[in-house]
């Protein structure tokens, strides 16, 4: 047998105390954690994605998304705090980062910077360091400790850290008493902007653009800083409706501390302003104004109260811990400490501005702390969940949606649907009682004074239920709800009961080590197994009754048969809490109270094998599957919902009948259904009064619009009409007034012309003055050019003699630089010959000992390795020796980091000492930083060789899974292509049948097609014959015209019979009058037949398909009869294997004493239950196979079936 395989499905549940837990990747899919996993939930499929958690981390406290929406970054806490990237796209991890920098166990806080290429991580307690990295490249650029304690008190908390959303180099961090704004530059964090204010404690932030921050604090403030410098503060306080609240400027004396101020505990910011919870359930929306310092509130958002719920207050009490907002602005998601998701879109916010608007549920209700009771159906396709909520819930597991909750006044400790799916049995604190799953709501109908029962079971046929109370099991019925039976025998308390598959056994466990095995008729126990060492949390039972398997707190899987433990698997150093078994007796699953699912190869082996695979983040304290076993349900402690899908690697699953499905039906209360039918009543005769209503006003407002339409014409005639006169006197004035201008126009021209003549003579005149300026100042520059020419050669005549007195001094001072830059050559040769001996014996040293150590540890390996062949059930030792010597070898690893960091302070010493010289030590500080960045470099370079072993792992495992995964889907075309084969020859058959019938068809219409022509033929020899009538007709009539003269009538007889007279006249009539009667009794009884050929050629068609519906739903129902007798031949042999093993007829050496047993058993027990199934079997499958007979002998002769032939002629009748 194989191990199964499960695959996560669907997840309910939100996980809290992460820090921005709800964010989008695009318009469609929202990003949240939920167990160990990270969530991608598409809110218009309802599906959902998963990026499963690290396997050594204890949970995620910090999520961040890049704001180009392809990268997510997860925070984890463990003994080393990691931060995992995943690519959003293809959900694959791309970097896994972690420091040492950095002394807490956890990040609080994640963000991208807007490029999406650096990432900061803000570190927890008790260091609260701070990292700027290039992520890409794991590298950290800077790190700064955020929060200094003063003195002796601890460190405040920071709760945030941002981008700016503008500029990757600047931070802004938040906390308690703490605001700060960072900068890097020159491979640090150095602080900007120092606040002088009073010390707040701030909650969280945003950017509301590249300058300007906008805080909340715990007292109902928000503070709004430019620049770093703080620019306004305004209270925050829950108004009534229309209260409008405007940001007012700081001044002293007028900020007043509101009474009981609310706390702002997320921000987030958009295109318009910003949304900020305000206390519990209530979010405040805020928009710019025309004054950039402004902004106004401009809505109000509350979450609903819950009508379900016993205190429909309590869901307004809610905190809201992050808002997101979707890319385009539509809709505003908020997460709250309940574990709840809410959704707002903000469009229709922005419509209705006067009332109140109200979030609503993203997908559905969770569940909110631990879950502490589980059940399914096998009716329907519902989970029933039940937890320290106090609520009551009923899942659908097949379209993922929440049908029904309810929350009580009372806890919650166990749920058991019953079979049908229209009752659920729930232990309260106070009482056990019964209720009904109606269409809208869970009623109770019955209560058992049965208090704190912590465990409770329906039996698989539905007519009993179990119920636990402390130690004590007590069994009712579920028609009468009497008390049957009350089991004793445990001495702790009670922690799982579970029926066998034909209900007549239950079997229990404890914590008082016992498994029971109880007889439900008569209330005896019939097997236990005690084990005071262990204390058990759950057991489970193979579809036999004769296996259970139970776990508990010894860290093993025991299997249970007879009374006896069979074998125990052990489980590593992990606790088992729960266990369960398929109905298909192949899948066995375990929980963990890691949060992790094992699938444990069955039957089980000595050793065990199993795969583990990561889903929730705490322990799992229920586990159920589904009765067609196709989906496992888990639960857990951090108050999520898991559905696996789940199959055997053979492919083997049970298959649930499609033709059967599940069930439909629902409970309604008489008076509901009154109540809903007098509503439909009243609203259709309010639909029907609506219609007339509004046809009536409709056409009042057509006779309106009618006479509005009719009066703006006449309007718009009448204005046109002034129109028209107003236009023609504005045309004449335009005439008048463009011969006015054409002689104003003439007139200035005139003038313009004389006025160019006077002006060209003055400017003459001028002209000839300045010519002669010009020539006086000409001769004077030229007097002045050679003056300045003798002025210049003065000048360089001095200026080279100057020069060579220069030349001359800086020649000297030039040979003594030269000599004392030789002698610092020589120092620097002999500072560097030392620097690198020293550095050459320390790489040695470090050399030597990394050789001496991994020698060492190589030759331990090895012995390892050869003890562990030699002694393989000594392997969970063997393998904390490994991990402890992996320990060491990380120590030394990290000695010898240390020895290179002192070594580099070592470099740093040297260079500061050399500080001092001149520009020539400067080159060999260069080249220490050189030798720095390539060591760092080959650091870089062997990181990034083991980051790519281990993926090299992870791809090779993968590949593996992937093959494993193709075998069986291999095997499923192979069997569909085989399905697919017998279809194709039943179609051809099919084919062939039709074939047979088109040409008993042609054949049909050829002879139709004949008798058609016969009686063209017949036709047109009447109308011959009628045609040689009138031309005799006419001859006769002329032959009339010679009666008084003899001669001519003779001669005209005479002609007349030559003509239409021919020999045998006599015969031939009488012969063609015989043909022609012949003729039409053959037509009429030709045709009588094909009409009835067509008759019974429909009849036939349409008896055969019905024959053919009818075979094939005989066929099926046999087939299902088949099956179901293969199932009792099973159950029958089962039993009469049992009866032969409990009177020792497996024995060779006793087969004489075997029959003899059995004729004694059959003598004395006639009507035993084993003879009387087995005779009603042999009969029924006889009947069968004589029915199949015969049903097969009916289609022969149906397909062989001899027609009545169409094609002979009948007999001639002899007429008398």
Known sequence: MSIAVAQARHIFGLKTGVTGNVAYQDEQTIIYPSGSNCVLYNIDQKAQKFIPG????????????????????????????????????????????????????????????????YLVAQGGKPDWTLLYWTWDKSKVMASIKTSVAQGKEIPPPVYQVTFNPQDNTQLCVVGNQIFK????????????????????????????SDERVVVGTDNGRLLLFEAGELKNEFHVEKSQKGDKEKMDSISEGEATQPSGP?????????????????????????????????????????????????????????????????PSEETLVA?????????????????????????????????QGQITGLDVCIRKALVATCGVDRSVRIWNFENCNLELYKEFAEEAYSIALHPSGLYVLVGFSDKLRLMNLLIDDIRVFKEFTIRGCRECAFS???????????????IYSTATFENLLQLKGHNGKIRSVIWTADDNKLISCGMDGAVYEWDTFTGKRVGENVLKSCSYSSVAVTPDGKTTLAVGTDHTLKEISDSSILREVPAEDTTLNTVGMSHSGRMLFAGTNTGTLRSYKFPLTADGEWQEYQGHSSAITKM???????????????????????????????????????AEEILITKSDLEEKNTMMAELKT???????????????????????????????????????????????????????????????????????????????????????????????????????????????????????????????????????????????????????????????????????????????????????????????????????????????????????????????????????????????????????????????????????EKFKFVLDYKIKELKKQIEPREKDIKDMKEQIQEMESELERFHKQNTQLELNITELRQKLKATDKEMHQERQKVRDREAMIKRFKTDLHNCVGYIQDPKMLKDSIKALYKKHVQEDITESASVDADIQKEYARQREHLERSVASLRKKLAKDTEIHRADNVRIMQENVSLIKEINDLRKELKIARTQVHDLEAALGLHRKNAAAEATATLQAVASQNKNAMLEKDLEESKRIVDMQKNEIKRLRLSIYELENVARPPSGGKLPPVIVQ
């Open 262 to 326: 609310p706390e702002i505990t997320a921000i987030v910011a958009y295109s318009k302003g910003f949304a900020c919870s305000v206390g519990p359930g209530t979010v405040f929306l805020y928009e710019k104004t025309d004054d950039k310092e402004y902004f106004k509130k401009a809505r109000e958002i509350k979450i609903p109260a819950d009508s379900n719920s016993a205190d429909p207050s309590k869901s307004e009490n809610q905190v809201i811990t992050s808002l997101t907002v979707s």
């Open 54 to 117: 690290s396997e050594k981390s204890t949970g995620m406290t910090a999520m961040a998304v890049s704001p180009n929406r392809k990268y997510v970054a997860i925070a984890e806490k463990g003994e080393k705090a990691t931060i995992t990237i995943y690519d959003l796209h293809s959900q694959r991890r791309r970097k896994v980062l972690s420091s040492p920098e950095v002394q807490s166990g956890e990040y609080v806080s994640l963000a991208f910077s807007p490029d999406s290429k």
């Open 624 to 662: 159920k599957i589904t009765y067609d076993d196709t989906t496992l349900v888990t639960v857990s402690e951090d108050a999520s919902i898991m559905l696996w899908k789940i199959q055997d690697k053979e492919g083997r699953g049970a298959r649930r009948d499609k033709e059967v499905g599940w």
């Open 335 to 367: 997460s709250t400490d309940s574990s709840q998701l809410y959704s707002m879109t903000l469009s229709s916010a922005d419509l209705g501005k006067d009332g109140q608007a109200y979030f609503e549920y993203l997908c559905q209700a969770f569940h």
């Open 686 to 948: 309010r639909v029907d009064e609506l219609k007339t209503e509004n046809e009536y006003q409709l056409r009042m407002k057509d006779m309106n619009y009618n006479e509005k339409i009719k009066e703006l014409t006449e309007k718009f005639i009448q204005e046109m009409e002034s129109l028209k006169t107003k236009n023609q006197v504005l045309k004449t004035d335009k005439d008048k007034e463009e011969a006015k201008h054409e002689e104003e126009v003439q007139e200035a021209l005139e003038k313009h012309a004389k006025e160019m003549q006077d002006m060209e003579s003055a400017n003459n005149q001028k002209l000839m003055l300045e010519y002669e300026k010009y020539q006086d100042l000409l001769a004077k520059s030229q007097k002045m050019q050679e003056d300045y020419d003798r002025q210049l050669q003065e000048m360089e005549d001095s200026k080279e003699r100057a020069l060579e007195e220069l030349t001359e001094y800086y020649e000297t001072e030039l040979q003594k630089k030269t000599t004392q830059l030789e002698e610092a050559h020589d120092q620097a040769r002999n500072a560097q010959k030392e620097y690198e001996e020293t550095k050459r014996q320390i790489e040695e040293d470090a050399d030597r000992e990394i050789l001496d150590i991994k020698n060492r540890y190589e030759r331990l390996l090895r012995d390892e390795k050869e003890s562990n062949l030699r002694l393989k059930g000594e392997s969970g030792i063997m393998k904390k020796k490994f991990t402890s010597l992996q320990k060491e070898i990380e120590d030394h690893k990290e000695e010898i980091k240390k020895n290179h960091t002192d070594k580099e302070k070592l470099s740093g010493v040297i260079s500061n000492l050399e500080k001092d010289k001149t520009g020539l030590k400067k080159e060999i500080a260069e080249r220490d930083e050189t030798i720095q960045d390539k060591e760092k470099r080959i650091y870089d370079l062997k990181k990034k060789n083991q980051e790519l």
């Open 460 to 474: 698989n046929g539905g007519h009993l239920f179990a119920a636990v109370t402390s130690n004590l099991i007590y």
């Open 181 to 208: 704004l960072y900068r890097y530059s020159e491979g640090s964090l150095k602080p900007f902007a120092f606040q002088k204010m009073e010390p707040q404690n701030n909650l969280c932030q945003a950017w509301v």
